[in-house]
């Protein structure tokens, strides 16, 4: 029988611990013939990036051997750390940032040997025998990084040689099936990708450097994305030219638009080597879409442009998508299904799971599952976002009790949230919180022109839908309104420590490694994005007032609602200073706050016993502000002037 009790003081099997040791995070999927491999983050071996390979037999694998890390930290974030070819793998390790050459069966042997140089987004030239891939130059200190693309020889190893330059970055090095030509993504200060890039192709001398180039598409506001060569040597991409991210390719040297719909085949790119389709054959290509937030799969046949559905299980597909042997592969989840390394047999439709990301059985009955909610925000626009009910079959409400509401600011702040069944989500609305996660102006999945509401007025519109989201549940009587709390991180602390300091909606908060001083984030953070403030907030230091405008730490005096901070030592991208100084400023107020500090973490935490430490001292937190016993045994957080 259900008993009552409070919200928040539920007892749940989903601990800390399980959510922070069950579960893994995937990347990039490679397919090497019949054989498939992918990237496993483990927090439960200190966030090692693992390669492990799928056999055509079906055995699955690590190939990476510990302590190798395949992870590569180009533009920080990182991804495209490994491809394959003919059985051996190519990776960037973590510690040295070096490439290495594995053979089937042997331990990793070193190909680079120069400190100070980053490589990623690799791809074999098996004509050459080389590696062509992005390459970021650290080597001297005080100079922002130089990116290019470089070739390594893979007799002789060395540092590469230069292949591209004069862009201030390169993403997606692609060759031609026959090897003659190169087709690449560059752009330049202040755009992201996301913002405009330029897709470029090249032809190759005798020597293997580049003869000629032509710019094929792409400019300062149009987003190139993934070029793929087809099996018959045409160009394809994806263009939101027309507002969403779709397929388009290059035909006797004419662009052609292929699928044409309010839907989005391209997703932000945060790091290398995405994927959103991949070639069937010469004339069907395998593509994930994204309508209205959620994802879907089909089947685009190219002589008439018609895209069938192929009708899946899941609502969230990740940008990793490849095709082999009439079957596809990509990670896919649903809002019963963590994400999971899913093959699906292209003429039967049938499904087979080659690895979810979670270990964790979870009893159906306490899966909350989201709901997608629309709700008007200022300038009479339609905001998004997803909402997760309080769900456990041992309890009830006490009374006319409403559950507290939690409000997840997603990071980026260009990204998207994502409807595969999340352990953390399930942490809080199994103890009897309601979650919102929103899916605010300047997320992607709804067009460009809904991305580019944050346009110059990040900390503004973001907060805003934060804001009108919560009171749109309070409306509906699902939650109280006056026991909410907000939590985000990096971008999405950023939005956190807005909404606490600019707004008076909610009564906690929650910083993971987030952004208090925009100022200080455009002297200190690393190159990719030293000017994406640019277009977030206007030009520095012309407008150096906009940033001290919207910098919670240099407005304070107005925050008055407890908060705790969560920061890795090790991040380049958000200083931890710009947790402490807001911490110490909360502090020295009188206001409730807590701040705890993680030896050896970057931009995002990597490790069990920190990701457990931070949702048990979150919830701690929680308890102590919001006025609830929760049902864990926590060891204490210090909260100054609790």
Not at 421 to 440: C, H, K, M
Not at 589 to 594: C, G, L, S
């Amino acid at each position: 029988m259900a008993q009552p009790a409070p919200y928040g003081s539920w007892k749940s099997p989903i601990s800390a611990n399980l959510v922070a040791t069950s579960s893994v995070t995937f990347g990039q999927i490679v397919t090497d013939g019949a054989e498939i491999y992918w990237i496993e983050q483990r927090p439960a071996e200190g966030g090692r990036h693992v390669v492990v390979r799928r056999a055509s037999g079906g055995a699955i694998t690590d190939v990476t051997p510990p302590p190798f890390s395949a992870r590569t930290r180009v533009h920080e974030y990182g991804g495209g750390a490994f491809t394959v070819a003919d059985g051996v793998v190519y990776f960037a390790n973590d510690e040295d940032q070096q490439l290495y050459r594995q053979r089937p069966g042997s331990p990793p042997e070193r190909l680079t040997a120069q400190s100070g140089l980053r490589y990623a987004d690799a791809v074999v030239d098996r004509r050459r025998s080389r590696i062509v891939c992005v390459r970021e130059d650290h080597t001297e200190p005080g100079r922002e990084a130089i990116n290019t693309l470089a070739a390594v020889d893979l007799r002789s190893g060395q540092a590469g040689t230069v292949l591209v330059t004069g862009s201030d970055f390169y993403a997606s090095p692609r060759l031609s099936p026959d090897g003659s030509r190169l087709a690449w993504l560059s752009w330049n200060h202040p755009n992201m990708p996301w913002d405009g890039t330029e897709l470029w192709l090249g032809t190759f001398r005798g020597d293997g450097s580049i003869a000629s180039r032509e710019r094929v598409a792409g400019g300062p506001s149009e987003s190139i994305f993934q070029p793929e060569w087809s099996p018959g040597s045409e160009l394809y991409f994806v263009s939101d030219r027309s507002g969403w991210w779709n397929l388009y390719r290059r035909k006797d040297r004419r662009i052609e638009p292929l699928c044409a719909m309010a839907a989005e085949f391209g997703s932000p790119q945060w790091v290398f080597a995405m994927s959103t389709y991949a070639f069937e054959s010469p004339n069907q290509i395998i593509c994930a879409h994204k309508v209205r937030g959620l994802w879907r799969l089909g089947r685009l046949r190219l002589g008439t442009g018609q895209l069938e559905l192929i009708d899946l299980p899941y609502t969230h597909i990740a940008s990793n998508v490849q095709v082999a042997n009439e079957q596809a592969v990509f990670t896919a989840g649903s809002a019963t299904q963590p994400p999971s390394v899913v093959l699906v047999n292209l003429r039967n439709k049938g499904v087979t799971v080659l690895k979810p990301s979670s270990a964790l059985a979870l009893d159906p009955a306490f899966i909350s599952q989201p709901e997608a909610v629309e709700f008007p925000t200022e300038d009479g626009v339609t905001a998004h976002g997803f909402f997760y009910a309080p769900r456990n079959p041992g309890y009830i409400a006490a009374g006319k009790d409403r559950p507290p509401l939690l409000v997840l600011s997603h990071g980026g702040p260009t990204g998207a949230t994502s409807t595969a069944l999340d352990p953390e989500i399930q942490f809080w609305t199994s103890r009897g919180f309601a979650v919102l996660d929103v899916n605010y102006g300047g997320s992607t999945g709804y067009g460009r022109g809904y991305r580019e509401r944050l346009r110059g007025r990040w900390g503004i519109v973001d907060v805003d839908d934060c804001v009108n989201g919560a009171r749109y549940l309070a409306t509906r009587g699902v939650v109280d309104l006056e026991r909410t709390a907000i939590r985000g991180g990096s971008a999405g602390g950023y939005t956190t420590l807005c909404a606490l300091t600019f707004r008076d909606a909610f009564r906690a908060g929650a910083s993971y490694y987030g952004v208090s001083d925009l100022e200080g984030l455009a002297k200190e953070t690393h190159k990719f994005e030293s000017r994406y403030l640019d277009s977030l907030i206007g030009p520095y230091p012309a407008r150096r007032d906009l940033y001290l405008a919207r910098s919670p730490i240099h407005h304070s005096d107005r925050l008055s609602c407890p908060v705790i901070f969560l920061q890795g030592l090790e991040d380049a991208v958000v200083p931890p200073n710009q947790s402490e100084r807001m911490f110490e400023t909360l502090r020295a107020k009188r206001i409730p706050t807590a701040y705890l500090a993680f030896e050896g973490e970057q931009h995002g935490f990597r490790h069990a016993a920190t990701i457990r430490r931070a949702l048990e001292a979150e919830l701690y937190f929680y308890s102590k502000v919001l006025g609830f016993q929760p049902a864990d045994l926590i060891e204490p957080v210090p909260i100054e002037n609790l």
